[in-house]
């Protein structure tokens, strides 16, 4: 079982940056493409962005393109979101999914805990 670990998150006003980051305990994590997903209080868990295990390859939710950059350092394990111009709707848990290719949280497999961003007007 992958075991994914997210850490970054804290509360920052409208306007501010943060950078999350996910650790992942893959022994192939190179050849897996992954996710960050964000599920806010009383809505379901959506997508944000996702990245091919190559990194050439990103794709992202229409409301955060230009605001937000999903990276990877395969030699680290480790994939990150940057997160620039910070609005308080971004306000949400932040999940690193692996083990899928989708833009739905059914094509994941493995799940970190979440890691928390706040971001007041």
């Known amino acids: 079982q992958v075991q994914l670990v997210e850490s970054g998150g804290g509360l920052v006003q409208a306007g501010d940056s943060l950078r999350l980051s996910c650790e992942s305990s893959?022994?192939?994590?190179?050849?897996?493409?992954m996710g960050w997903f964000r599920q806010a209080p009383g809505k379901e868990r959506e997508f944000v962005a996702r990245?091919?295990?190559?990194?050439?390859?990103?794709y992202y939710e229409d409301s955060v393109k230009g605001r937000f950059t999903i990276s990877r350092d395969n030699a680290k394990n480790f994939v990150y979101l940057q997160m620039n111009s910070l609005k308080p709707e971004d306000t949400a848990v932040y999940y690193c999914?692996?083990?899928?290719?989708?833009?739905?949280?059914?094509?994941?497999?493995?799940w970190g805990q979440g890691t928390q961003v706040t971001v007041s007007s």
């Open positions: 999914a692996a083990g899928g290719w989708g833009i739905s949280p059914r094509d994941y497999t493995s």
């Open positions: 990245i091919s295990s190559s990194g050439i390859t990103t």
């Open positions: 893959e022994d192939t994590f190179s050849g897996t493409p």
